[in-house]
């Protein structure tokens, strides 16, 4: 710890800080435009300046380390006209076209200006211009007079992704933003600019003109296009997704989140099953729900319990997971419980992306459920399997052709899935679930971090957590887990698992960034 | 001591840029004698004779070689500014031209005494002929075993080489030299690490301009005590200075520091042209905040008495203004010298050069306001002290003392009266 003087107050603060960091942790707010924590510091925009004492003039906070005994100010008239002054220069060039501008609402440029801004036009000059909606690549727009140069975007490209499609080209007020000539901004990561950007200059081709910002809400969650698990906000508007942005996650993705992550929050609600269907035909989920449970009352009296088998998916929250295993063996007392996924790999890299696509294979190992597929096969190819139950485990659309006829030849299939697709059309019944925004819950991403999902919003139509099913089926048979909130689940997890969780007493009790449990306890699983 | 010229003694000597007539003139001498030394006691030479950068700043150049670790494990580097770009400097392109041999001895004796085996001469865009001349020297050096391997049978070695810039101002500043020259843009670097420590490569590194380098021989082979004898109590020895504008005799004079002011254009330079009278003196480069007649005539070439009516020494680039010329005329073009020059990196130089130049070109149309020329020095604090380089405060330290010195005149454009100068 070092010791500092900050605007007259003696203040603790951790060693190996910048003033910035070290400010902020005092509760003072040191205003800022290029530097960002994720990316090295480049000291252009000029706005942080404050006074140190014995320091010749004023000194960049982003670029000065904290050291004891420092004396401080952020708050004196200078700095004050410092920051007017730079507010100024930046607005000089600036469009001001808020009114039609994405940003707005998020915009550094504006909150700024609001705090710090110097409220008078004192300019008479004709603004530079420059080029707007320049096509960057398949994600990103630029317009360069919104750009205040803070060069955040060129150096994600030269030491995040090492791809170095973006130069700041020309110099004084001819500086540009621009893609080298050829190249167009297409890495695996491009849509982290638009997030870094603190201004208006990128913009989201996805994103934007959907949504003004302020009417959006936002809930912390964790992207699951693959198990990286990168920590997110997804925000929404009634009941509607309409962006992914990365959530800071030291353990997990930095500051940063791939372009095929971000735009997963697309398949929400892709071909999205809203009602339950019995036979081919839409119904009640009471129906349907009674009919499952006819269906398995008659296989476990004709064939006996182990006729049933249930198995979950690598992509259904760790208490999905739990509960469904203590419907088969307390409840249905069949031991044929898997988690076998078969959804296909994509190509990793590196930096965050990982070839397996599911965001939960870990918790089913933690929770000791077998995934190993040839498991599952070796039941089904016994043909001792009557009464087959997937619950957000698409084999159907997912195995190949050998899976295909294995599951022919099951007499009946239960599918407890998000999509609607030929094949829950084909099965005996399907009842639709939840998908992970709309729900609380937990994912244990590759590393073995455990990361806590925030509901964003109620689920849609007939659709419900797959974990309220999966009670409402083992209510009809007699037994109540008296699950009526995550936070009940939690308390008999921890019962059952007292070993796997350490530093985790419930589920509120999961920190912002997660818990790092130990992979090595489970390896071989 | 009565003065002597260092610098110059070659500049009239026809051919002096070969290496037979700079040997026969006593070059290559001091090289000989510095190899033989240790390099501490070289460096402590040169902190004796007083010697000061000679690039604008002023900087010890003894102190400065003290800066290089010794017990770094990195390579050590020589980097010669050879950008000279600040408008009125001409000095450096001089010894290029003329005496290139003398940077290049310098260059050996500068690179021995700090550790470095290799050493670059920064060499501005515009000078295509001066390279090419250099780099015939550095061919004819290294035939002749001053350059290259074990030089001199010193068991020292030193590779030379030169490299031209593309024509940027701020390629000038030692950090954004050293950017241009790993091949990145030009653009200043955060300081601290400064280059002592983290320059070249991120390695240990001198950066001294061409005059001071090509000064650095005749310490040696003179003494430190010689070359300390001339000049002021704080600005010792000799200098090159320019001198431009509206003279009779412009061009490149080597004097004594301390001499006055107006005995150098009188004598040197010849005097006010036409034989109109003196309006005022740039006294070190466009970058200086400008001296009015009586001060220009009453000051001694000397860095403290120049600093002391807040302007500097400089870079020794004077420009001597007559009274036909409109100040807002000179600073409107000033301004278009930096807005055009600005690196661009720090929002305050960026934009503040381009809005001063426009609001006093505006001014000088005749369209401008007297609450725009209050925002001037204003936008000026605004950018002075607060960007990462001295470019911004190039920019606005002649602009507030042209305002502060001549005011009238650029009221006189906003009010549209009719010019008396």
């Known amino acids: 710890m070092a010791t500092i003087t900050l605007n007259g107050q003696q203040v603790e603060v951790p060693d190996g800080l910048n003033l910035i960091q070290a400010a902020e942790t005092a509760g003072v707010t040191i205003p800022h435009y290029c530097y960002h924590p994720g990316l090295p510091v480049d000291g252009n925009c000029r706005m942080c300046l404050v006074e140190i004492e014995g320091a010749r003039g004023p000194q960049i906070s982003c670029n000065t380390p904290v050291k004891d005994g420092m004396v401080v100010k952020t708050d004196t008239p200078a700095v004050e006209k410092m920051r007017k002054g730079v507010q100024e220069f930046l607005l000089l060039n600036h469009p001001i076209d808020c009114p039609i501008c994405d940003q707005a609402g998020e915009c550094r440029l504006q909150d700024y200006y609001m705090e710090y801004g110097q409220y008078q036009n004192r300019s008479m000059v004709p603004k530079v211009e420059k080029d707007k909606v320049v096509d960057l690549g398949p994600l990103v727009v630029l317009d360069q007079e919104r750009c205040i140069l803070c060069s955040r975007c060129v150096r994600f490209c030269e030491s995040v992704t090492k791809t170095g499609e973006l130069v700041i080209s020309n110099r004084g007020d001819r500086s540009r933003i621009q893609a080298f000539p050829g190249k167009q901004l297409d890495n695996a990561y491009s849509g982290n600019v638009v997030d870094l950007c603190p201004v208006g200059a990128l913009t989201s081709k996805d994103f934007r003109f959907k949504q003004r910002v302020w009417f959006l809400e936002t809930a912390k969650s964790v992207c699951t296009g693959c198990s990286n698990g990168c920590a997110i906000t997804v925000d929404f508007r009634e009941g509607q997704p309409y962006r992914y942005k990365p959530r800071h996650n030291p353990q997990v993705n930095d500051y940063w989140m791939c372009d095929a992550g971000r735009l997963s929050y697309k398949q929400l609600n892709e071909n999205r099953l809203y009602t339950a269907i019995l036979g081919g035909e839409d119904t009640t989920i009471g129906k349907a729900l009674d009919a499952l449970v006819a269906r398995i009352r008659n296989v476990v009296a004709s064939h006996g319990p182990e006729a049933i088998a249930l198995v979950g998916s690598a992509h259904s929250t760790l208490e999905t997971q739990f509960v469904l295993r203590r419907l088969a063996q307390e409840v249905l007392k069949t031991s044929k419980v898997s988690g076998a996924t078969l959804t296909p790999d994509w190509e990793g890299d590196d930096l965050l992306k990982k070839a397996d696509r599911t965001p939960n294979r870990n918790g089913l190992r933690f929770l000791g459920i077998d995934h190993d597929p040839a498991t599952l096969r070796s039941w089904l190819e016994a043909g001792q399997v009557q009464l087959l139950i997937l619950v957000d485990n698409e084999l159907g659309l997912e195995g190949d052709d050998t899976w295909q006829a294995l599951l022919a030849q099951v007499p009946a299939v239960a599918l407890l899935t998000r999509t609607r697709s030929g094949w829950a059309e084909q099965v005996a019944c399907a009842l639709p679930i939840a998908n992970h925004v709309e729900q609380f819950g937990s994912f244990v991403q590759a590393k073995g971090v455990l990361q806590k999902l925030g509901k964003a919003y109620d689920p849609e139509g007939d659709s419900a957590p797959a974990l309220d099913i999966l009670q409402a089926i083992a209510r009809a048979l007699g037994t109540d887990f008296g699950y009526d909130d995550i936070e009940a689940v939690w308390t008999d997890l921890l019962k059952a698992y007292p070993e796997s969780f350490p530093g985790i007493d419930s589920f509120y009790g999961i920190p912002e960034h997660g818990v790092a449990l130990e992979l090595a306890a489970v390896a071989g699983k | ?421």
């Open chain 2, 1 to 421: 001591m009565a003065f002597t010229p260092v610098l110059s003694i070659r500049f009239d000597v026809p051919g002096a840029s070969r290496l037979e007539v700079y040997e026969a003139h006593g070059g290559y001498q001091a090289v000989r004698k510095a190899l033989g030394m240790e390099p501490a006691a070289l460096i402590e030479e040169v902190k004796q004779s007083g010697l000061r950068g000679r690039g604008g700043a002023g900087f010890p150049t003894g102190l400065k070689w003290s800066f290089i670790p010794k017990d770094s494990p990195k390579p050590k580097y020589l980097v010669v500014n050879a950008d000279e770009s600040e408008p009125g400097t001409f000095k450096d392109r001089k010894i290029m031209e003329r005496d290139p041999h003398a940077l290049i001895e310098g260059c050996i004796i500068s690179a021995f005494a700090i550790g470095a085996h290799k050493a670059y001469i920064y060499i501005r865009g515009e000078f295509n002929q001066q390279r090419l001349n250099v780099d015939d020297a550095i061919r004819e050096a290294y035939a002749r075993g001053y350059l290259g391997k074990n030089i001199l049978g010193s068991g020292f070695d030193l590779d030379l080489y030169t490299h031209r810039g593309a024509g940027a101002y701020i390629c000038g500043e030692e950090t954004g030299l050293l950017e241009s020259l790993e091949g990145k843009k030009g653009q200043p670097r955060l300081k601290p690490p400064f280059p002592a420590t983290h320059g070249l490569f991120q390695c240990p590194t001198v950066v001294n301009n061409v005059e001071t380098i090509a000064t650095v021989p005749w310490i040696v082979q003179h003494g430190a005590a010689a070359y300390a004898a001339m000049g002021t109590e704080k600005a010792k020895g000799t200098r090159l200075m320019c001198v431009s504008g509206h003279v009779n005799k412009p061009g490149v004079y080597e004097i004594e520091m301390g001499i006055p002011m107006k005995q150098f254009i009188e004598e040197h330079a010849g005097g006010i042209r036409m034989g109109r009278k003196l309006k005022a003196v740039i006294p070190g480069g466009s970058s200086c905040p400008i001296l009015t007649a009586d001060q220009a005539e009453s000051v001694t070439m000397d860095p403290e008495a120049i600093a002391a009516l807040g302007s500097m020494a400089g870079s020794g680039g004077m420009i001597v203004i007559d009274d036909q010329t409109d100040m807002v005329d000179l600073l409107e073009d000033l301004l278009h010298f930096y807005q055009h020059e600005s690196c661009g990196q720090c929002t305050p130089c960026r934009e503040g050069t381009d809005w001063l130049y426009k609001i006093i070109q505006r001014i000088n149309a005749g369209k401008g306001t007297t609450e725009e020329l209050d925002a001037v020095l204003d936008i000026a604090d605004n950018m002075e002290g607060k960007t990462i380089c001295a470019l911004a405060a190039a920019a606005t330290m002649p602009t507030r003392s042209y305002i502060k010195a001549y005011r009238h005149e650029f009221e006189a454009k906003i009010k549209r009266e009719r010019m008396t100068v």
